[in-house]
C-alpha cells in the first residue's frame, strides 16, 4: 500500500439491526487531500464516517487506517484518527484549555509535548480569545471549532469531519473553510454535508452517497462551465449550437449548464450574450459553475429515485 | 489514563452545582441525626442498646445513618457519568480514544470516589469531635467510616453500572435508588425464623454488612464482601463500555 493513502477501505457494509446504513463502500483517503462526502439525510454518511474512525466496525468487508486493519487494532488506530461526531463531545463546564488538556491526555500525550499540542491546537483553531472561558457558554461557532481542535489535539494522519458547518453563520462558516483547507494540506480530510457549497468550497474532490452507496466520484475545480439564467424557459438548442459549448443541460425550470473548455469560456460568453439580445430571451443571471456539483448531485439523487429500488445489500 | 479519566470527572463534579449540593445534603442530615443523638444521650446515657458508650451510640450511629441519605444521593451522582455524557455526546471523546473498557470504567469510579472520600472526611469530622467532650474510642469511629466509605464504593460501583445501560439519567437515577433500597430491605426481611434464608438475606444486604463495621469489628469477611461487589460492578460496568464502543451508539 503507497504511504500516501491513508484509509483503504473495501466493500465495507454495515446495517443496523438488519436495515442496511452503508453497502459495499470502496474508499481510499490520501494526506494532502479533502475528500467532500455528499448525500440527503438519511444516505449513510454518518455510519461511513463512523466506520472510518473505528467506532464501529464493519460488519462485511475490510478498513485500513494508516495500513492497520480497523478490526483487529481498534485501539492503536485511534492515534491516527481525528474524529468529530455530529454533535462534538465537548463538556459544557470545562473551559476550553482544559477540555484541549484533557483530550491530549487521553491520546498519551504528556509533559512538553502536551503543552505544545494543546498551544497548537488553540493557535490552529483561532481559539486564543476564549481559552479561559467555559464550553457551556461559547457561541456555536466556537463550539464546533473546540470540537475540532480536540480532535486534531494529537495529530493524527485522518481527520473525519461529520457535519461540521451545521448551525454556523456565514461568516463561522467562512472561517471553518478555511481551516479546513489548511488542515488538508498536511492531512487527508475527509467531510461530510448535504450542502453542496460547502463541499465545493473546501473540497479537492467530492463522493456523493445514496442509499449507502457511493454513487459518484469528481474531482472539484474551477473553469468546467457556467451556469446561465434565464427569464423563461432555457433555449437547450440555441445554447447548444453557441461556439465552444460541449454540453447542456437544464438545472432546473429557468436555468440551464452550459459545459465548456477553458480556453474557449471568452468566446463562449461573448457569443451567449449576442445570442440574448439578438434572440429575445434575456439572461438574468450568468454565473462560473465550479464544478456542475449541483447537476450532478441533482440528477444522482432524482434517478435513483424515479429508477427501480437499489439491490439491497 | 486512569488518572486522567479521573481529574476530569472528579473536576467536572466541583464545577456545577450537583457535587457541592450533594455534600451538603448528606451532611445536614448526619448533623440532624447527631444532634438527636447528643439529645438522647444527655437523656439516658447507656439506655439505648448496644452499650459501648457514647463512642458508638452517638459518633458511629451518626455515621450509619449517612448510608440512609447515600442510598438517594449517591445515584444522582452517578446519573451523569454515562447517562449524561451518552445523552449529550460528550461520551464519543472517551470512546474514541485509546483507552480500554478498564480504563474508562475504572477511571470515572476513581473519580467519583475522590468525591466520596472527601464526603466520608467530613462525616467523620463530627464524630471525632466527641474527643472534645470525653475519652471518645478513636478506633471504633474510624472503623465506622471505613465501613460507610467501603459501602459507599459499592453503591457508586453499582449506580455507575446502571449509569452505563440508559442514556436517560432520570431512569438511572431512580433504578440506583430502587437497587439500593431493595439490598437495605433485604436486611429488615432477614426475621423469618428459617435459619439458611435469613442466613442468605443478611448475606445478600449491604447493610448487614455495614453493621459489624460500625462496632469496631472489622470483620475480613465484611469487607470482602464490599470490594467483590464494586470489583463485580466496575468489571460489569467495563464489559457495557466495550459493547457500545463496538456495537456503536448514536
Known amino acids: ?313 | 489514563m486512569l488518572i486522567t479519566i479521573a481529574r476530569a470527572e472528579l473536576l467536572r463534579l466541583f464545577r456545577t452545582p450537583v457535587g457541592w449540593v450533594l455534600l451538603a445534603v448528606v451532611q445536614f442530615v448526619q448533623a440532624w441525626v447527631f444532634y438527636r443523638l447528643v439529645q438522647n444521650w444527655q437523656l439516658s446515657p447507656v439506655a439505648s442498646g448496644f452499650d459501648a458508650g457514647f463512642s458508638f451510640n452517638i459518633g458511629s450511629r451518626s455515621l450509619g445513618s449517612s448510608a440512609y441519605a447515600a442510598m438517594l444521593v449517591i445515584p444522582l451522582l452517578t446519573m451523569r457519568s454515562f447517562s449524561g455524557e451518552w445523552r449529550s455526546g460528550a461520551i464519543q471523546l472517551l470512546l474514541g480514544a485509546p483507552a480500554s473498557g478498564v480504563q474508562i470504567a475504572l477511571g470515572k469510579f476513581l473519580g467519583l470516589m475522590g468525591w466520596v472520600t472527601l464526603l466520608c472526611l467530613m462525616l467523620s469530622l463530627m464524630p471525632l469531635s466527641l474527643a472534645l467532650a470525653g475519652r471518645l474510642d478513636t478506633g471504633l469511629v474510624l472503623s465506622a467510616a471505613l465501613g460507610v466509605w467501603l459501602l459507599l464504593a459499592s453503591f457508586t460501583a453499582i449506580g455507575l453500572y446502571l449509569s452505563s445501560l440508559t442514556r436517560q439519567q432520570a431512569v438511572a437515577a431512580f433504578a440506583g435508588i430502587a437497587v439500593l433500597m431493595l439490598s437495605w430491605l433485604l436486611a429488615l426481611l432477614a426475621g423469618t425464623g428459617i435459619g439458611w434464608l435469613d442466613e442468605a438475606l443478611r448475606q445478600l444486604s449491604s447493610l448487614g454488612h455495614l453493621e459489624s463495621l460500625l462496632r469496631g469489628l472489622i470483620d475480613s469477611r465484611d469487607v470482602a464482601w464490599f470490594v467483590l461487589v464494586t470489583a463485580l460492578f466496575i468489571g460489569l460496568t467495563a464489559l457495557r463500555v466495550e459493547r457500545l464502543r463496538e456495537g456503536g451508539i448514536s
Open chain 1, 1 to 313: 500500500m503507497p504511504d500516501d493513502i491513508l484509509i483503504d477501505v473495501k466493500q465495507a457494509s454495515y446495517s443496523y439491526g438488519g436495515q442496511a446504513a452503508v453497502c459495499g463502500l470502496d474508499l481510499q483517503l490520501r494526506r494532502g487531500r479533502v475528500t467532500g462526502l455528499l448525500g440527503s439525510n438519511g444516505a449513510g454518511k454518518s455510519t461511513t464516517l463512523r466506520l472510518l474512525s473505528g467506532n464501529l466496525l464493519a460488519d462485511e468487508g475490510s478498513v485500513h487506517i494508516a495500513g492497520l486493519d480497523a478490526a483487529r487494532h481498534t485501539r492503536r488506530i485511534r492515534r491516527h484518527i481525528g474524529y468529530l461526531p455530529e454533535v462534538p463531545p465537548l463538556y459544557p463546564d470545562l473551559r476550553v484549555a482544559e477540555a484541549l488538556d484533557h483530550a491530549a491526555r487521553l491520546q498519551g500525550l504528556r509533559g512538553a509535548a502536551l503543552r505544545q499540542a494543546v498551544a497548537r491546537a488553540i493557535e490552529r483553531c483561532r481559539l486564543g480569545d476564549v481559552r479561559r472561558r467555559l464550553i457551556g457558554r461559547l457561541s456555536k461557532g466556537y463550539r464546533q471549532r473546540t470540537g475540532i481542535a480536540q480532535a486534531i489535539i494529537h495529530d493524527p494522519a485522518v481527520i473525519l469531519l461529520d457535519e461540521p458547518s451545521s448551525g454556523l453563520d456565514p461568516l463561522q462558516n467562512i472561517a471553518l473553510r478555511e481551516l479546513i483547507r489548511e488542515l488538508g494540506s498536511d492531512h487527508a480530510v475527509l467531510l461530510s454535508s448535504h450542502i453542496l457549497a460547502d463541499i465545493e468550497a473546501a473540497c479537492d474532490e467530492a463522493l456523493i452517497m445514496h442509499d449507502g452507496r457511493i454513487v459518484h466520484h469528481q474531482k472539484i475545480g474551477a473553469g468546467e462551465g457556467y451556469t446561465a439564467g434565464f427569464a423563461g424557459p432555457p433555449p437547450l438548442q440555441d445554447l447548444a449550437s453557441l461556439p465552444g459549448v460541449t454540453g447542456v443541460e437544464a438545472v432546473d425550470e429557468r436555468r440551464a449548464h452550459l459545459a465548456c473548455p477553458e480556453a474557449a469560456q471568452a468566446d463562449m460568453l461573448t457569443a451567449l450574450i449576442r445570442a440574448s439580445a439578438a434572440n429575445g430571451w434575456p439572461l438574468t443571471e450568468l454565473l462560473p459553475a465550479r464544478s456542475g456539483l449541483e447537476q450532478v448531485f441533482v440528477r444522482q439523487l432524482s434517478q435513483r429515485d424515479t429508477g427501480p429500488e437499489p439491490h439491497p445489500c
